[in-house]
């Protein structure tokens, strides 16, 4: 199998006598602030962990960078269970450090063992690129910029230090794929005019919600149906007439009893004990 990691984590490697997969996680991410550009300041080179590397429950480095070597950071992992918890601070700096936490058996095989110091690394990190673009996006990256702000230069990586007419073509696109993603799609295999292409997107959407905005929706009004019940009076009952039991043996003011409005019969007295006469129907 081909050698697919750098060769200076594999002298690392060789050099720490790693023992487990802490110390393992732990000069990866020595190797990924080399990789930054970052230099250790209790080494005469690079090539080379630094001595007191460990510490008592630790893994201590301290770095300066060439483009702000009057400031130092120091980078600090904390083997916490089956995580590893990295610190990276600046020094004489109150802002809280940067923190990133991992867990061990994503990147470490399960399996990985120091029985062999010269063992190949291919055999004991997985996932390595991911892990390097976490680290460098996540802390390394940070770090630096956090650094050469403070020290007023500027920035030398990321989108600040490119060219105006790329930072200008990835801004366009962004904004693109941002705002029209059903049209990006589109475009995602091509190369257009990004900022003239998103000014046509634009224009257009904006033309649809004016069209959109004017456009009155009409609902026929029924002659059988309205929703207008303000206009329409109110019926007035006679006295008396209430509703429920009341209605079917009513009694009107100054009146005798009435029969009934239901069965068109005569009332029957509540103490009448012969047969009821036959109600009144209508042939």
């Known amino acids: ?126 996932n390595l690129t991911h892990l390097s673009k976490i680290f460098k996006d996540s802390v390394a990256y940070k770090i630096l910029a956090s650094l050469q702000s403070a020290m007023g230069i500027c920035p030398t990586f990321g989108f600040p230090c490119l060219p105006y007419d790329i930072k200008d073509i990835l801004l366009w696109r962004y904004l693109f794929f941002r705002d029209f993603p059903t049209e ?34 009409v609902v026929p009004n029924f002659p059988f149906q309205s929703n207008d019940h303000e206009g329409i009076p109110r019926v007035m009952w006679p006295p008396g007439i209430l509703g429920g039991e009341f209605d079917r043996h009513p009694n009107l003011p100054g009146l005798p009893p009435q029969p009934s409005f239901r069965d068109f019969g005569p009332r029957i007295p509540s103490n009448f004990r012969g047969p009821a006469p036959p109600p009144f129907h209508f042939l």
């Open 184 to 217: 990006a799609q589109k475009y995602e295999k091509k190369s257009p005019d990004w900022k003239n292409l998103y000014q046509k997107e634009y224009k257009r959407k904006q033309e649809l919600l004016s069209l959109q905005s004017r456009s009155v929706i």
């Open 1 to 126: 199998m081909n050698v697919r990691f750098p060769k200076q984590l594999q002298n690392f490697f060789n050099e720490g006598a790693i023992q487990d997969g802490h110390e393992a996680l732990s000069i990866a991410f020595h190797s990924f602030m080399l990789e930054t550009g970052f230099q250790p300041r209790d080494t005469k080179s690079s090539e080379e962990l630094p001595n007191s590397w460990r510490k008592a429950g630790s893994y201590c480095v301290t770095y300066s960078h060439p483009t702000c070597p009057e400031v130092t950071c120091t980078l600090t992992c904390v083997p916490i269970g089956s995580f590893l918890i990295s610190y990276l601070f600046t020094e004489k700096s109150l802002d809280s450090p940067i923190q990133l936490k991992m867990k061990v058996q994503k990147y470490i095989e399960e399996d990985f063992k120091n029985s062999d110091s010269s063992k190949d690394i291919d055999k004991v990190y997985k």
